[in-house]
T-cell receptor, first 113, second 113 residues
Framework: QQPVQSPQAVILREGEDAVINCSSS?????VHWYRQKHGEAPVFLMI?????EQKGHDKISASFNEKKQQSSLYLTASQLSYSGTYFC??????????????FGQGTILTVHP | DADVTQTPRNRITKTGKRIMLECSQT?????MYWYRQDPGLGLRLIYY???????NKGEISDGYSVSRQAQAKFSLSLESAIPNQTALYFC????????????FGQGTRLTVV
């Protein structure tokens, strides 16, 4: 079961903030965030493990609500370089689910000058 | 050199033909994955391998097969290609012990006509 991302697309001006959400119907062990620029491979941003921790580096951070099986990615003071498609990947909790990542459908983020 | 190398980068093939996509990695990771990307559907897992003797089906394995020739090499085959297998294919690796940061190859764009 693919996690559901929202919104599907967002358009920003430089300096504006954005939030991308990722929701799962199954219990999660971890949530991963990746960014993919057009024509390139996805690039790792961060991992969050169950326990509700928040992580971040520079102006990009994320949270994981274990009870709701939801994660949010926060981009603050957006830069042109933030443009791309953002994917959440979920590792389900239990059984044979460990070690494989199920990705959401992606959120297209466009930052304009 | 790239950590994860996919060959070929682009391929056009005819319906019914057998085709192999190759992936090699220099990360020393035990785990390797094949994903397929279609617009609006995100990345979907085809097959994954936790080591040379451990190969598992993903969400959409029908019509595909894999071979793990060595720790560093993981090949994906389409036994009899069909047009709806036209997609962008990514190989990825991650270290053992849970799904850590994944490293993706540059992708193979496959067109089946």
């Amino acid at each position: 079961q693919q996690p559901v991302q929202s919104p599907q697309a967002v358009i920003l001006r430089e300096g504006e903030d954005a939030v991308i959400n990722c929701s799962s119907s199954k219990a999660l062990y971890s949530v991963h965030w990746y960014r993919q620029k057009h024509g390139e491979a996805p690039v790792f941003l961060m991992i969050l493990l169950k326990g509700g921790e928040q992580k971040g580096h520079d102006k990009i951070s994320a949270s994981f609500n274990e009870k709701k099986q939801q994660s949010s990615l926060y981009l603050t003071a957006s830069q042109l370089s933030y443009s791309g498609t953002y994917f959440c990947g979920t590792e389900f909790d239990g059984g044979t689910s460990y070690g494989k990542l199920t990705f959401g459908q992606g959120t297209i983020l466009t930052v304009h000058p | 050199d790239a950590d994860v190398t996919q060959t070929p980068r682009n391929r056009i093939t005819k319906t019914g033909k057998r085709i192999m996509l190759e992936c090699s990695q220099t990360k020393g990771h035990d785990r390797m994955y094949w994903y397929r990307q279609d617009p609006g559907l995100g990345l979907r897992l085809i097959y994954y391998s936790f080591d040379v003797k451990d190969i598992n089906k993903g969400e959409i394995s029908d019509g595909y097969s894999v071979s793990r020739q060595a720790q560093a090499k993981f090949s994906l085959s389409l036994e009899s290609a069909i047009p709806n297998q036209t997609a962008l294919y990514f190989c990825a690796t991650s270290p053992a012990g849970g799904f850590g940061e994944a490293f993706f190859g540059q992708g193979t764009r496959l067109t089946v006509v």
